[in-house]
């Protein structure tokens, strides 16, 4: 599609505002390539606040499409500083959303499969909602180093299995327009194409949504983008975490085709709010000192999606048992990344 050639004095982003701001008869939707070059304008800087602030609640006010994800998606991609040699990586884990209801359970399914030999590569963004706790606090309180660069990342994957890096690190340009959250009282898009752009190209990726109906946008996204295998559901606060009292859509990406499958709950009854979330709970929890079957079953329960969706298991049922018997058999004494 041609763009109108702008005019002397007209600023080059201002065409990609225009497209979406014209109005309900004459605005249209980013394509992918538009939503792609706008993203890499934004990486690179070119872009004034006034502009990127219009941009991104005129795409929130819409809701993006899913060629406008993946373009936005691959734009970021695109202007990643990725160093040489990155070791290749099973599960790209997105970590966007803090927990504030229930222990982050997740983080203990992700460390377990590290444990078992699948690479896990997990990234977020951190403090934007008051009252929730975030990746890193987490890991902090289990003696798991964050990683605060790629190389750093890799020396982390290469030992243990297990990297997190939080956007600021990840892609500074990325940090600072999810930033802007605070300035424009709304969440913007990005916050859902962060979650999908897979940086360092893991064989398989990973997401917790808060809201269903993004469920498709990333399934249908994640294809534009090439992405052969991904799995996306309603998970826990909106991370990916099992709430393992409900049952559980998926939905998925094998072998670039797209389909839904159908969880049964694991547990009965109904799981109350945890009145205060104690993290050294979660060391207490691989070590064995408590056991609670609720937590066994979401840490259990998560994995279990990944070793569906990754391959690892022909069925759902295959795969809650194949992940039962990995939480089962942990090595109790040791965490991934522990110093």
């Not at 497209?19 to 939707?29: C, D, E, F, T």
């Not at 890193?136 to 243990?160: D, Y």
């Amino acid at each position: 599609m041609s763009h109108s050639a702008p005019s002397p004095q007209e600023h080059p982003f201002a065409q990609y505002v225009r497209i979406l701001g014209k109005g309900p008869n004459l605005s249209r939707p980013l394509t992918l390539d538009e939503a792609r070059a706008a993203m890499g304008m934004i990486m690179q800087g070119q872009v004034e606040q006034a502009q990127l602030g219009a941009f991104l609640c005129l795409l929130r006010v819409k809701t993006e499409l899913p060629e406008e994800a993946a373009g936005l998606a691959l734009g970021i991609k695109d202007h990643l500083n990725l160093p040489a040699n990155l070791p290749a990586i099973d599960v790209d884990w997105a970590s966007y959303a803090g927990k504030s209801r229930q222990l982050p359970y997740y983080i203990l399914a992700a460390l377990c499969l590290a444990q078992h030999g699948i690479s896990v590569f997990m990234h977020g963004a951190e403090g934007h909602t008051a009252g929730r706790v975030y990746t890193s606090e987490v890991l902090a309180a289990l003696g798991v180093p964050v990683a605060e660069s790629f190389a750093q990342a890799a020396e982390h994957l290469n030992r243990h299995k297990f990297a997190y890096m939080t956007l600021e690190h990840l892609s500074p340009p990325l940090h600072q327009v999810m930033g802007l959250r605070q300035l424009l009282g709304l969440r913007s898009p990005i916050h859902t194409v962060a979650r999908m752009v897979n940086p360092l190209n893991a064989a398989f990726s990973i997401n917790g949504v808060t809201h269903p109906p993004y469920m498709p946008v990333h399934q249908q996204g994640s294809r534009l983008m090439g992405e052969r295998a991904m799995a996306v559901f309603k998970g826990d606060g909106g991370e990916v975490e099992r709430r393992p009292e409900k049952p559980c859509e998926v939905m998925f990406l094998q072998d670039g085709e797209a389909g839904a499958e159908d969880w049964p709950a694991l547990v009965s009854g109904v799981r109350e709010k945890e009145e205060s979330l104690d993290l050294a709970r979660l060391t207490a929890l691989w070590s064995g000192e408590v056991v609670d079957e609720m937590a066994a079953a979401a840490i259990a329960g998560t994995m279990a999606i990944v070793l569906r969706y990754s391959g690892r298991a022909q069925s759902v049922a295959e795969a809650e048992g194949a992940a039962q018997v990995m939480w089962r058999d942990r090595i109790k004494t040791a965490l991934p990344g522990r110093a």
